[in-house]
């Protein structure tokens, strides 16, 4: 499946954005979809998964309370809601899919990726 992301900018801190992932296939639906995250001279770094059921998990470490994923299968989209944005939320944010049926939370669990969206947080 190919992936398109999109939905990053420019936004201050305590500000919202929401991402997007547009899956190039009718079965979409029956992937399961992560959102990872890049910050300029770290590793890739794991934010949420949504299963094909729509059950999801998160990074509740860095994301807690302020992230949602949420999937349109009508649209054949994963969304990400960002909400109260932090500074250290700056990264270059990459969706992902593969098929399956666990909650697959390490980069390498995935062959299909999208070409990433970047969003930067001013304080």
């Known amino acids: 499946v190919q992936l398109q992301a999109s939905g990053g900018g420019l936004v201050q801190a305590g500000g919202s954005l929401r991402l997007s992932c547009t899956g190039s296939?009718?079965?979409?639906?029956?992937?399961?979809v992560g959102w990872f995250r890049q910050a300029p001279g770290k590793e890739r770094e794991f934010v949420a998964v949504?299963?094909?059921?729509?059950?999801?998990?998160y990074n509740t470490d860095s994301v807690k309370g302020r992230f949602t994923i949420s999937r349109d299968n009508a649209k054949n989209t994963v969304e990400l809601q960002m909400n109260s944005l932090k500074p250290e939320d700056t990264a270059v944010y990459f969706c992902?899919?593969?098929?399956?049926?666990?909650?697959?939370?390490?980069?390498?669990?995935?062959?299909?990726w999208g070409q990433g969206t970047e969003v930067t947080v001013s304080s």
């Open positions: 296939s009718r079965t979409f639906r029956n992937y399961v």
């Open positions: 992902a899919a593969r098929s399956g049926s666990y909650f697959y939370t390490k980069s390498s669990d995935y062959a299909s």
């Open positions: 949504i299963q094909w059921t729509g059950a999801t998990i």
